[in-house]
T-cell receptor
Framework: KAGVTQTPRYLIKTRGQQVTLSCSPISGHRSVSWYQQTPGQGLQFLFEYFSETQRNKGNFPGRFSGRQFSNSRSEMNVSTLELGDSALYLC?????????????FGPGTRLTVL | TQLLEQSPQFLSIQEGENLTVYCNSSSVFSSLQWYRQEPGEGPVLLVTVVTGGEVKKLKRLTFQFGDARKDSSLHITAAQPGDTGLYLCAGTGAGGTSYGKLTFGQGTILTVHP
């Protein structure tokens, strides 16, 4: 099985712009979670989607949004970019609906905001 | 808010030495996962522990889940340079607010010198 794929791998944007990141989960996985990783804060949960519905959301401002499509692929969008949004954005997929399921991560998208 | 405290943050040892990484919380977790992450890549799942008191072994790595499911440890025997990387513990809470959400420790950067 192919693993979780994320595109693009690298992005450079300027403050005020918006960005869309894409995640394709492992085939058959219906849950996709997004995380932000920074040196100072570590890995922080952004949100989770299951069957096109957002089931859980972390403590991030409304500039961070996401969606999931019927084929389980997911996108996250960050509007009005700030310097502090520079980070590695990771998505993870899992196969079961319950909270005990294991998550498998993609390679991440490295976003740099100038 | 569930928090995971991971220690030590940095570990620099010689090849052949043993080491232990700790992950502690005041909260109970439904399960706890250990990941290893290489620079510029996403975390790779090493193991999931679910039952209090559970011990799992993966070659030279031994993982333990505390009896109360609030803490966990990772022990590496006879470390090798290939073990170098960032080790992360991550916990899953209980209930609907935990769907798709992993709470991560700050990570341990392990460097094994030849």
């Amino acid at each position: 099985k192919a693993g979780v794929t994320q595109t693009p791998r690298y992005l450079i944007k300027t403050r005020g712009q918006q960005v869309t990141l894409s995640c394709s989960p492992i085939s058959g996985h219906r849950s996709v979670s997004w995380y932000q990783q920074t040196p100072g804060q570590g890995l922080q949960f952004l949100f989770e989607y299951f069957s096109e519905t957002q089931r859980n959301k972390g403590n991030f401002p409304g500039r961070f949004s996401g969606r999931q499509f019927s084929n389980s692929r997911s996108e996250m969008n960050v509007s009005t970019l700030e310097l502090g949004d520079s980070a590695l954005y990771l998505c993870a997929s899992s196969s079961l609906a319950g909270p005990l399921d294991e998550q498998f991560f993609g390679p991440g998208t490295r976003l740099t905001v100038l | 808010t569930q928090l995971l405290e991971q220690s030590p943050q940095f570990l620099s040892i010689q090849e052949g030495e043993n080491l232990t990484v700790y992950c502690n919380s005041s909260s109970v977790f439904s399960s706890l996962q250990w990941y290893r992450q290489e620079p510029g890549e996403g975390p790779v799942l090493l193991v999931t522990v679910v039952t209090g008191g559970e011990v799992k072994k993966l070659k030279r790595l031994t993982f333990q889940f505390g009896d109360a499911r609030k803490d966990s440890s990772l022990h590496i025997t006879a470390a090798q340079p290939g073990d170098t990387g960032l080790y992360l513990c991550a916990g899953t809470g209980a209930g609907g607010t935990s769907y798709g959400k992993l709470t991560f420790g700050q990570g341990t950067i392990l460097t094994v010198h030849p």
